[in-house]
């Protein structure tokens, strides 16, 4: 049964499914209705881009770590971009990224989930037009879903969002949700502060 994560909260991903070696993180939302003038242009669609930040002591050590639409695939091999969703529209999950849990390379510690809106400052877009965000954990193999994290705080001119991170704790691999809203413009910035 899927554990449903309250902001701040941390689950074991391999104590309680024995035998898992990786992962799927399943990224979705949706856009708020937007009110618009009879004659005002159709609002650009909003384009949230998903990344994955492999740390090493909390820091992104090189931009080799950061695997997001342009870098579809870290160089070890054990964490993939599944693609880039540019509107968010339709059910389900917008973005996955597929983390390989034995492959992770010892010298990373954790790997930061975030999401920024493309563009977010031409288009004049931020989190408080997004509904429905969620994170959610699969198992790898099976597609069965281990957790999920439903962002429910008002995040309104927040323009990137920390929304979990994975990491390593002894033997095991667990999940925090964070939930941690930023004004970052884009990914350059977002990286900074890691």
Same mark, same amino acid.
């Given at each position: 049964?899927?554990?449903?994560?309250q902001?701040?909260?941390k689950?074991?991903?391999?104590?309680?499914?024995?035998g898992?070696?990786?992962?799927?993180?399943?990224?979705?939302?949706?856009?708020?209705? &937007?009110?618009r #003038?009879?004659?005002?242009p159709?609002?650009e669609?909003? %384009?949230?881009?998903?990344?994955?930040?492999? @740390?090493? !002591?909390?820091?992104?050590?090189?931009?080799?770590?950061?695997v997001?639409?342009?870098?579809?695939?870290h160089?070890?091999?054990a964490? &993939?971009?599944? #693609?880039?969703?540019?509107?968010?529209?339709g059910?389900? %999950?917008?973005?996955?990224?597929?983390?390989d @849990?034995q !492959?992770?390379?010892?010298?990373?510690?954790?790997?930061?989930?975030?999401v920024?809106?493309?563009?977010?400052?031409q288009?004049?877009?931020?989190?408080g037009?997004i509904?429905?965000?969620?994170?959610?954990?699969? %198992?790898?193999?099976?597609?069965?879903?281990?957790?999920?994290?439903?962002l429910?705080?008002?995040?309104?001119n927040?323009?990137?969002m920390?929304?979990g991170e994975?990491?390593?704790h002894?033997?095991?691999?667990?999940?925090?949700?964070?939930?941690q809203?930023?004004?970052?413009?884009g990914?350059n910035e977002?990286?900074?502060?890691?």
């Open positions: 049964m899927s554990v449903s994560l902001k701040g909260q689950v074991s991903l391999t104590k309680e499914n024995a898992l070696t990786s992962v799927m993180v399943a990224l979705g939302w949706d856009e708020a209705e &937007r009110k #003038g009879l004659f005002s159709k609002p669609p909003i %384009d949230c881009d998903a990344s994955a930040f492999l @740390l090493t !002591n909390g820091k992104v050590a090189r931009k080799e770590d950061v997001y639409f342009g870098n579809l695939t160089m070890s091999g964490v &993939r971009h599944m #693609g880039d969703n540019l509107t968010g529209e059910d389900g %999950d917008d973005e996955q990224i597929f983390v @849990l !492959n992770v390379p010892a010298d990373y510690d954790r790997i930061a989930i975030v920024n809106i493309y563009q977010c400052e288009r004049r877009q931020h989190f037009m509904k429905n965000a969620y994170i959610r954990i699969m %198992d790898g193999k099976s597609g069965k879903e281990l957790c999920r994290y439903n429910t705080d008002d995040y309104s927040m323009t990137a920390i929304f994975v990491y390593r002894g033997s095991e691999w667990k999940f925090n949700a964070v939930g809203g930023t004004t970052d413009a990914i977002l990286i900074k502060r890691f």
